[in-house]
């Protein structure tokens, strides 16, 4: 299995810093083998049969073609739950499982009305539903296949989440109130995509990440908008934000009537998180 593991490494040498090539090469044989690394490791596990290697040269040739791993797996891990991944939407990111934690623990002991808008894989939403107990959840989606997604995600993790098809840019009644309103929008310039790394704009879903450079801050605006009606008395909004526009975010939801605002670094000392209060 050594031999296997260089191999791995090798293959992905171009593509991968040591430490990513590491860890890869432990996803990728607990992947073919069907075994844990410790037990290939160990000697435990024989080599690989004939069908694994394929399947193993199958997996490293869509991954030296930039494609992310999450999406050759098929899975990825967020907030201690195996969420489905697929190009429908995005990635589910570290950063976002911090807002979850900060979500959590303003919650805990409560039983609120949560509302997910541009939930994705519904990573966020599904979390959040199993996390806090009582809660109940809605998220909100443009894309059908998006929904679909995370329809099963919420299916495999025992999350009973109501998901919702919806244009947030246009109107709709509003006939139901939450607690808490929580988003991940897209928040990336278009003239920014030329300096991110191609697995991400390669592979990913452009309309979950890009908003026009004339307007970055569209969809924060339009929900703070929307947190006003949507929100009960003393409801929070909670925003995932680009590093860069935590000031501008800030400004904005004072400006839409929030006196309540608090900006949060993540755990890399970037401008990550926004909590705005309704009083």
Request: proline content about 4%.
């Amino acid at each position: 299995m050594q031999q296997v593991i260089r191999q791995i490494r090798q293959e992905l040498g171009e593509h991968y810093s040591f430490s990513e090539k590491s860890i890869l090469a432990r996803i990728l044989l607990e992947e073919v083998s069907g075994r844990t690394f410790a037990d290939i490791t160990s000697g435990k596990s024989s080599n690989l049969s004939d069908s694994q290697r394929r399947k193993l040269e199958q997996i490293l040739a869509r991954l030296k073609k930039g494609e992310p791993f999450q999406y050759v797996l098929g899975r990825t891990s967020f907030y201690g739950l195996e969420i489905l991944t697929g190009r429908e939407a995005l990635i589910p990111r570290p950063e976002t499982e911090e807002l979850v934690e900060w979500i959590i623990g303003d919650n805990a002991g409560k039983a609120p009305a949560i509302l997910d808008i541009g939930t994705g894989s519904g990573c966020i939403a599904i979390a959040l539903a199993v996390k806090i107990a009582h809660a109940r959840v809605e998220a909100w989606e443009l894309s059908t296949a998006a929904i679909q997604l995370a329809e099963e995600n919420a299916r495999r993790n025992g999350a009973v989440v109501r998901f919702v098809q919806r244009d947030i840019l246009k109107p709709f009644p509003i006939t139901t109130r939450f607690d808490l309103i929580v988003s991940n929008p897209p928040y990336v310039t278009e003239s920014e995509k030329e300096s991110m790394d191609y697995t991400v704009t390669a592979y990913e879903p452009a309309e979950a990440l890009f908003v026009a450079d004339s307007d970055p801050l569209l969809f924060y605006r339009r929900i703070a908008s929307l947190a006003d009606h949507l929100l009960n008395e003393g409801g929070r909004l909670y925003f995932e934000i680009h590093s860069s526009r935590g000031e501008e975010v800030c400004s904005m939801l004072h400006e839409k009537g929030f006196p309540e605002v608090e900006l949060r670094k993540d755990l890399s000392s970037n401008d990550r998180m926004v909590r705005a209060v309704k009083h």
